[in-house]
């Protein structure tokens, strides 16, 4: 190829599976083929940690890691294929563990480059396992000067300084970069100020995919010399994305106009990030579906709208637990959703349950009088059966709880936190709200036409775990855009309760919703995982001591 004739990037936005190595090379190795087949391949970029999928955790740690690599690597080398093919892998070498990528050609390994910018913060905890490199990659291939990155490398300054004076052709960056909301206009911003930096077009590729709590939504593009997007694969859907760069009048390389795919709405981009983890934490684990309990109220109407998107309704199972306090509008919505969508439906009520309960620890409480202990225990039967029902026919239990509920404490550890993943976990009520009004404007069709995937009634009705008399959630939480907006400040922007007062709110209100979020670390440490989706979520990315005696006013 001559450095005049024009040349095709294909980014690989591929869903691959932690840990799977030898599935991830085999996949690797086809879609390689594919992309020479399909697109005429010169290049094929595959994301961040290929062949062992991000993050692999403790996974790094084992000492058959290398060997397997090795492994992999002479299966991609004995393949032999006719382009040249970027992938990342983790590199052992003299004793050190690398968070590496490698350059292949004709079956030839041309070079490896070493991630120089290891990510500690948020999610990321990259130095626990690699060392950081500390040289560029620049390479001639096929008349093309060509540079490399690793993830992190472009979101710091100093990798890509090392570029500015080395007129390249191309930087080709591959990722592993975890969806949170507003991350797509982030990355495009910065890859912006880096073609412009360097004088060169970029080829992002990134992973897409559910990880436990993580999901990579992809949007890999490729954009010229200025920073404009040309390329833009959709988010969200792995797929082999061709990028063709042509010399232009000025005498450099840039991408052709392609495809460029519109990005979603912000809630958009979130309920497919919801549906996607749901799907991928179902099926890589193996579940032949999900159940939970359909209460009638608004959180686990959404969660049962997003399983169905994720999963189909055939994988589906919605169980209702009425009690005594359970009232004839919860009732009605449960069994008309469940009908609507298609779902399995049962309903089993807990009132028996309950009193064999109470009747076995009549002599314990004795005396005392009936409090919060006797709501906690209806939520608790609820779990038992939800949970035998998920042993018995190997269905996971999606848990309904919102970010809201979980900060407060306003949730039964082993009654409705009982299960193996909660969809809501980083979803605020409020936003709880938001999505379910979109759902219902995406609308859906069935046997009796066009249908809203929520009752109407589900969402007006004033929220209420129905576990007293009359309850309404107002009873002991704040408003939930009062309460929303100070878990906000306090969670993902860490300020201080002065801080939060200091932006109107009471102060008396802010230091209780403070402490029942300090109080309550211990009961979410025990919680199932769920999808992130902001920058600070419950879990991998905020780690406090359950024991502690930080004061509340700092």
């Given at each position: 190829m001559s450095t005049t004739r024009p040349f095709t990037v294909v980014m690989a936005q591929l869903n691959f599976v932690v840990g799977a190595i030898d599935d991830n090379t085999t996949l690797l190795i086809d879609s390689a083929r594919r992309a020479i087949?399909?697109?005429?391949?010169?290049?094929?970029?595959?994301?961040?940690?290929?062949?062992?999928?991000?993050?692999?955790?403790?996974?790094?740690?084992?000492?058959?890691?290398?060997?397997?690599?090795?492994?992999?690597?002479?299966?991609?080398?004995?393949?032999?294929?006719?382009?040249?093919?970027?992938?990342?892998?983790?590199?052992?070498?003299?004793?050190?563990?690398?968070?590496?990528?490698?350059?292949?050609?004709?079956?030839?390994?041309?070079?490896?480059?070493?991630?120089?910018?290891?990510?500690?913060?948020?999610?990321?905890?990259?130095?626990?396992?690699?060392?950081?490199?500390?040289?560029?990659?620049?390479?001639?291939?096929?008349?093309?000067?060509?540079?490399?990155?690793?993830?992190?490398?472009?979101?710091e300054e100093m990798p890509t300084q090392q570029f500015e004076h080395q007129s390249l052709d191309l930087l080709l960056n591959i990722n592993a970069s975890p969806f949170h909301r507003g991350k797509a206009c982030e990355r495009r911003q910065l890859l912006k100020r880096r073609a412009q930096a360097i004088g060169a077009p970029i080829a992002y590729v990134n992973?897409?995919?559910?990880?436990?709590?993580?999901?990579?939504?992809?949007?890999?593009?490729?954009?010229?010399?200025?920073?404009?997007?040309?390329?833009?694969?959709?988010?969200?859907?792995?797929?082999?994305?061709?990028?063709?760069?042509?010399?232009?009048?000025?005498?450099?390389?840039?991408?052709?106009?392609?495809?460029?795919a519109t990005q979603p709405s912000d809630l958009a981009q979130v309920y497919k990030a919801l549906t996607i983890g749901v799907r991928d934490y179902v099926t890589k684990n193996g579940f032949k579906?999900?159940?939970?309990?359909?209460?009638?109220?608004?959180?686990?109407?959404?969660?049962?709208?997003?399983?169905?998107?994720?999963?189909?309704?055939?994988?589906?199972?919605?169980?209702m637990m009425p009690f005594e306090y359970t009232s004839q509008l919860s009732r009605d919505a449960a069994a008309e959703q469940a009908?609507?969508?298609?779902?399995?439906?049962?309903?089993?009520?807990?009132?028996?349950i309950y009193d064999q309960f109470v009747g076995a620890l009549a002599s314990e409480f004795?005396?005392?009088?009936?409090?919060?202990?006797?709501?906690?225990?209806?939520?608790?039967?609820?779990?038992?059966?939800?949970?035998?029902?998920?042993?018995k026919k190997g269905y996971l239990v999606l848990t309904t709880g919102n970010k809201s509920e979980i900060a407060v404490g306003y949730s039964t550890l082993y009654g409705d936190m009982a299960g193996g993943f909660d969809v809501l976990k980083d979803v605020s009520k409020t936003l709880v709200y938001e999505l379910s009004k979109y759902r219902n404007e995406l609308g859906g069709t069935g046997d009796s036409g066009t249908f809203e995937a929520i009752p109407q009634r589900v969402i007006d009705r004033p929220p209420s775990a129905e576990l007293a008399p009359g309850q309404v959630d107002q009873d002991n939480l704040p408003p939930y855009d009062i309460l929303d907006r100070i878990l906000e400040l306090y969670i993902e922007e860490d300020a201080s309760a002065s801080a939060i007062v200091a932006e109107g709110f009471d102060e008396q209100l802010v230091r209780r919703v403070l402490r029942l979020v300090d109080v309550n670390e211990y009961k979410r440490r025990q919680s199932p995982t769920g999808v992130r989706l902001t920058r600070r979520g419950f879990g991998r990315d905020r780690r406090y001591p359950i024991t502690n005696g930080w004061p509340i006013g700092g």
């Open positions: 087949a399909e697109s005429n391949a010169q290049f094929v970029i595959f994301p961040e940690l290929t062949l062992t999928s991000y993050p692999p955790e403790d996974l790094l740690l084992r000492p058959s890691l290398a060997p397997r690599m090795k492994v992999a690597m002479d299966r991609i080398l004995a393949a032999k294929l006719p382009t040249t093919l970027v992938f990342g892998y983790p590199e052992s070498y003299e004793g050190k563990l690398y968070n590496s990528l490698a350059i292949v050609d004709q079956g030839k390994l041309l070079a490896t480059y070493r991630k120089q910018c290891l990510p500690n913060y948020q999610v990321f905890d990259e130095r626990r396992y690699f060392q950081a490199g500390n040289q560029p990659c620049v390479l001639e291939i096929h008349g093309l000067r060509l540079g490399f990155t690793i993830c992190e490398d472009l979101w992973l897409v995919g559910g990880q436990d709590e993580l999901v990579f939504d992809g949007g890999s593009l490729a954009v010229d010399s200025v920073g404009n997007a040309v390329v833009q694969a959709p988010q969200f859907e792995a797929g082999l994305y061709p990028a063709v760069f042509k010399l232009s009048s000025s005498g450099r390389y840039e991408p052709a106009c392609g495809s460029c579906g999900v159940v939970l309990g359909l209460s009638g109220g608004i959180d686990s109407a959404l969660t049962l709208a997003i399983a169905v998107d994720a999963l189909g309704a055939h994988a589906v199972h919605a169980v009908a609507t969508l298609g779902v399995a439906y049962r309903s089993i009520s807990i009132k028996s004795e005396g005392l009088a009936e409090d919060v202990t006797e709501q906690n225990l209806q939520a608790r039967c609820r779990g038992v059966l939800l949970m035998a029902i998920s042993n």
